[in-house]
């Protein structure tokens, strides 16, 4: 995984990383220092988000708290 970070830093390329720990950012973080934007509730990090272009009203609804990681992977997915 590190490789490939650095592949895409150096290459300029978006990258939507997904199910990554702490432990795991920590070190990509270490070898590519404040690069990526990291979110530890969904455990998803990207570089260089394109952004979408579409501008439809969007809701990512949860059953209870428990369901916040998953929603919030959702969120940051459909917002790179």
Known sequence: MKTI???VVKE???MLFTRLSIEQFEI???SQPAVLDYDAVSGT???LSSGSDYKVPIAVVTGGSSDLPVA???SRTLAF
């Open 28 to 30: 990509l973080d270490d």
């Open 12 to 14: 300029a390329r978006p």
């Open 45 to 47: 990090a990207f570089h």
């Open 5 to 7: 970070c650095e592949k």
């Open 72 to 74: 919030r992977e959702a």
